[in-house]
Structure formats: C-alpha cells, structure tokens
C-alpha cells in the first residue's frame, strides 16, 4: 500500500469547517483512499473512502485532487465529539488482492476542535 | 446491539502466564482481524482471517495464536506472556466483496503484564 503523509495536528474552532489534508504522491491506479479517526479510548473508525471523484457522506466530504496525489478530508461542521486522531489510509481495492489485508495505519492527525 | 465486542475490556496479568481474549461479531462478515496498539499509539495489523482460513499473519510470535471457532469468532490466545506485549488489543470485520469494504472494529482490550 502506498505511504501517506498527513500534518501531525491541527486545530479547529467549534462549528467551523475542519479540513484534514493528506499527501499520498506515490498512489497507483487500482489504490482506494479511506480515511478512519479514533477518538481517544476507542476503536477506530471509518469515516469515508474514495477512488477519484469526490465523495460525501453524513460524516464528511472527501476531495480528491485530479492527479490523485492528494485528498483532503472536510468536516463541515466540526464539533467537540470531532476531536480525535485522523488516519489517511491508501489500500488497494478487494479486486487487486486488497480484500482481507489489514490496514496499514500512520501517525495521523491529530484534530482539537476548539469551543 | 455492539456491532464488534471484545472481552475483557482490561486484563491484567503477570509475565510467564497465558490469556485470551475473545471477539464476537454480529454484522454477518466474512474477514476478521486482530491489531495492536502500543503505548506510541501505533496501530498494527496482526492477523487477518477470511471464513476461519488464515490469510495474513504479520510478523508476530508464535507466542500468538488466533483461533476462529466460526466466522463470527476470533479469539486471541498469548502463551507466555512478556512485558513488550503490554498494549491495547483490537478486534475488527469487514465484508471485503461488498460495499466499502470498511473495517469495523471493536473497543479494545487493556492487556498490562506485570
């Protein structure tokens, strides 16, 4: 799986918009890119993922630059519950033999949302 | 209804011994994994199961030993317990060939050797 490179925290004010960025240049084509947070004490958590497009859920937007080389996470709304550590993750989809590996987890972000 | 459940959620023991750790999942997954966090806060694969078969086991000891009695089972067995395996332990499932294949995992066990 590729290597991602994420800032090691960053700090959001309560009700603004939290964006997460994440470098991942060395992604091949047939790589998803997924983001999970664990807030503190619990077990990871899966936010999102994405191939090309952008995506949004009820969590958050996922945007992803044209080339591919790097993503940005979007909680647009943030609130303390956010606060948490953000994984960028890259790993191949379940038809190139990424179906039962593990995920391969950084240091992540560090997010404090802030009253 | 706890999606992925672990037990105990700490455990406590001294060097030399031997434990388990149980996880149950009731999301109907085929694939179930076992990570570990250690006190850097690094998270870890360690094993990976697909329908009870073996598919990935990280370099770990052989102190280690996962068990699937079924698919929605994945124990954790530690022979011989040392101070390094002092660390939170993670159970997860995923459905690898249907949606996003996202992970989900349980809230972990407290393992401290003494």
């Known amino acids: 799986d590729a290597k991602t490179t994420q800032p090691p925290s960053m700090d959001c004010a309560e009700g603004r918009a939290a964006n997460l960025p994440c470098n991942h240049s060395t992604i091949s084509g047939n790589e998803y890119v997924y983001w999970y947070r664990q807030i503190h004490s619990q077990g990871p958590q899966y936010i999102i993922h994405?191939?090309?497009n952008n995506e949004t859920n009820e969590m958050a937007s996922l945007i992803i630059t044209e080339d591919r080389k790097s993503s940005t996470l979007i909680l647009p709304h943030a609130t303390l519950r956010d606060t948490a550590v953000y994984y960028c993750?890259?790993?191949?989809?379940?038809?190139?033999?990424?179906?039962?590996?593990?995920?391969?987890f950084g240091k992540g972000t560090h997010l404090i949302i802030q009253p | 209804d706890t999606a992925v459940s672990q037990t105990p959620k700490y455990l406590v023991t001294q060097m030399g011994n031997d434990k388990s750790i149980k996880c149950e999942q009731n999301l109907g997954h085929d694939t179930m994994y076992w990570y570990k966090q250690d006190s850097k806060k690094f998270l870890k694969i360690m094993f990976s199961?697909?329908?009870?078969?073996?598919?990935i086991n990280e370099t770990v000891p052989n102190r280690f030993s996962p068990k699937s009695p079924d698919k929605a089972h994945l124990n954790l067995h530690i022979n011989s317990l040392e101070l390094g395996d002092s660390a939170v332990y993670f159970c997860?499932?995923?459905?690898?060939?249907?949606?996003?294949?996202?992970?989900?995992f349980g809230p972990g066990t407290r393992l401290t050797v003494t």
């Open positions: 994405g191939l090309k």
């Open positions: 199961y697909n329908n009870k078969e073996l598919i």
């Open positions: 993750i890259v790993r191949a989809s379940m038809y190139s033999g990424g179906g039962a590996d593990g995920l391969t």
């Open positions: 997860a499932s995923s459905q690898p060939d249907r949606g996003a294949n996202e992970q989900y």
